[in-house]
């Protein structure tokens, strides 16, 4: 059974950083497409970041570009989201996301939610000025 765990969460002075972690289970497909998205209250859930298992290719969204980092341990298979310089509008809960068996990097590259099938249960990022 595919499992996803987000660990790292917590409450951050602005200008801080928090480094999320994504245990990853449960799966034996060679290329996959590991995402991190979030939710804040009232609006919509986006995808910040993913990566592209097969070659490394990391895509972001404008909103994190620069800030945020996504990678992953290839021995461990955890997948990380490393987040600097944060910001009061990056609170939001904190979501790492699959899509498993995928070969077109396309996917991965547009940062659309629809894309991953699989998420995690989230973990909570507060950004307090």
């Known amino acids: 059974q595919v499992r996803l765990a987000e660990f790292g969460g917590g409450s951050v002075q602005a200008g801080g950083s928090l480094r999320l972690s994504c245990e990853a289970s449960g799966y034996s497909y060679p290329s996959n497409c590991f995402a991190w998205g979030r939710q804040a209250p009232g609006k919509e859930r986006e995808v910040v970041a993913s990566?592209?298992?097969?070659?490394?290719?990391?895509y972001y969204a404008d909103s994190v570009k620069g800030r945020f980092s996504i990678s992953r341990d290839n021995a461990n298979g955890t997948v990380y989201l490393q987040m600097n310089s944060l910001k009061p509008e990056d609170t939001a809960v904190y979501y790492c996301a699959a899509r498993l068996n995928s070969y077109n990097r396309y996917y991965c590259s547009g940062l659309l939610t629809d894309s991953f099938a699989r998420w995690g249960q989230g973990t909570q990022v507060t950004v307090v000025s």
């Open positions: 990566i592209f298992e097969t070659d490394g290719s990391t």
